[in-house]
T-cell receptor
Framework: TQLLEQSPQFLSIQEGENLTVYCNSSSVFSSLQWYRQEPGEGPVLLVTVVTGGEVKKLKRLTFQFGDARKDSSLHITAAQPGDTGLYLCAGALVDYKLSFGAGTTVTVRA | SAVISQKPSRDICQRGTSLTIQCQVDSQVTMMFWYRQQPGQSLTLIATANQGSEATYESGFVIDKFPISRPNLTFSTLTVSNMSPEDSSIYLC???????????FGPGTRLTVT
């Protein structure tokens, strides 16, 4: 059973468009991570959010942690083909394990 | 962040055989994790491996099927035993980062069982 519900499952957009991926749960997490994974590689950590209401920016990517630390969103502005990949959110549990969302496959068409 | 390597990167194995996957880290880490991932899907935790103690397995995974070794703070192995086609998957190791919840992943081992 996945504690984190991630949506949408698939997202295909044109280069230059914006996109948002959502990660929701009824559980409270001490921190939440976003990863991007490309075919044939392991997930790469993009960001960690810890404080409720926290907003972090990484170039064209904006990450937000909900006030109650139960949900998060990833927004990409002016998407580029290099943003294509599988995006995974993961919530940290008390014993250092991670609970992963189902993932969002993002395809940015040139 | 830690640099993690895995061997082999991929393998094709016969049903009924076993494969041992190695995970090497460039720094000493306390906690290591092993995951399974179907292509295009999310990650499922198999077990947590701490040096000096028995691995802790998640529900649905047992030591007889997935024995794990953790001989020191930079190395671990996962064996997939008595393989069946259902074991075809990507196997990933990860290590705990500095911040609670952060994990860094190896490149994965793509296993195909025929």
């Amino acid at each position: 059973t996945q504690l984190l519900e991630q949506s949408p499952q698939f997202l295909s957009i044109q280069e230059g468009e914006n996109l948002t991926v959502y990660c929701n749960s009824s559980s409270v997490f001490s921190s939440l991570q976003w990863y991007r994974q490309e075919p044939g590689e392991g997930p790469v950590l993009l960001v960690t959010v810890v404080t409720g209401g926290e907003v972090k920016k990484l170039k064209r990517l904006t990450f937000q942690f909900g006030d109650a630390r139960k949900d998060s969103s990833l927004h990409i502005t002016a998407a580029q083909p290099g943003d294509t990949g599988l995006y995974l959110c993961a919530g940290a549990l008390v014993d250092y394990k991670l609970s992963f969302g189902a993932g969002t496959t993002v395809t940015v068409r040139a | 962040s830690a640099v993690i390597s895995q061997k082999p990167s991929r393998d094709i194995c016969q049903r009924g055989t076993s494969l041992t996957i190695q995970c090497q880290v460039d720094s000493q880490v306390t906690m290591m994790f092993w995951y399974r991932q179907q292509p295009g899907q999310s990650l499922t935790l198999i077990a947590t491996a701490n040096q000096g103690s028995e691995a802790t397995y998640e529900s649905g995974f047992v030591i007889d099927k997935f024995p794990i070794s953790r001989p020191n703070l930079t190395f671990s192995t996962l064996t997939v035993s008595n393989m069946s086609p259902e074991d075809s998957s990507i196997y990933l190791c990860s290590v705990q980062g500095d911040t609670r919840g952060e994990q860094y992943f190896g490149p994965g081992t793509r296993l195909t069982v025929t």
